[in-house]
């Protein structure tokens, strides 16, 4: 039912803080963002590492659904972690079939549909269930070229190898000269 946490949503009243933290002193790279008006909400998604992400959002105006979170904590916090499905109508009749009630079910463009689960029903914490294609949420320079599900480069003995990642994005591996050769022989073998 769920293929993986694709990351955590921390809201902040203070934006620009947040951002400056997050990229420069713990090197989160901005990927895709967005805004809401109908929610009155910012959010913007940002890699940390290979696979790690972020999501940072923020008020828009007076209504935003943010306020009630914000009465509760002042100065912001965790909102939610969202968890990837491949298929959230199974998802929803697998919800239903075991009494677990959700809320919210939007079927967005087809690209991004979601439900939450209410904290008092998932143990203190706002799940939202969501199927997509992550990849359209990644920016361009942190995923592999469509088509392709691999590089390798060679550089002073050393060589990297980077590998697409169905949960979008890349993995990263640095291997040495054997490593190198210990992959080719286990490949080979088991192929052969």
């Known amino acids: 039912m769920i293929l993986r946490i694709d990351h955590v949503s921390l809201a902040v ?29 910012y959010w913007e998604i940002f ?36 968890l990837q499905t491949p298929d959230i109508d199974k998802t929803r009749k697998f919800l239903d079939n075991n009494n677990i009630p959700y809320f919210g079910f939007r079927n967005i463009f087809n690209s991004w549909k979601e ?15 969501a199927e997509f294609n992550p990849d359209d949420w990644i920016a361009p320079s942190s995923k592999m070229p469509e088509g392709k599900k691999w590089t390798v480069i060679s550089h ?29 022989s286990d490949l080979k073998e088991l192929v052969e």
Do not use: C, W
């Open 156 to 184: 002073n003995n050393q060589y990297h190898i980077t590998f697409a990642h169905p949960g979008g994005s890349t993995v990263k591996l640095n291997l040495d000269r054997e490593e190198v050769k210990k992959l080719i």
């Open 47 to 82: 890699k940390l590492g290979d696979l790690s992400r972020l999501e940072i959002i923020r008020s828009t105006g007076k209504e935003s659904f943010l306020k009630n979170f914000f009465k509760k904590k002042k100065g912001g916090g965790v909102h939610h972690l969202t």
């Open 115 to 129: 439900l939450f689960i209410h904290p008092k029903h998932a143990f203190g914490v706002l799940l939202q269930i």
């Open 13 to 41: 009243k203070n934006y620009k803080k947040a951002v400056e933290f997050f990229t420069k002193i713990l090197g989160a790279i901005p990927q895709t963002h967005g805004r809401d008006i109908n929610l009155q909400y």
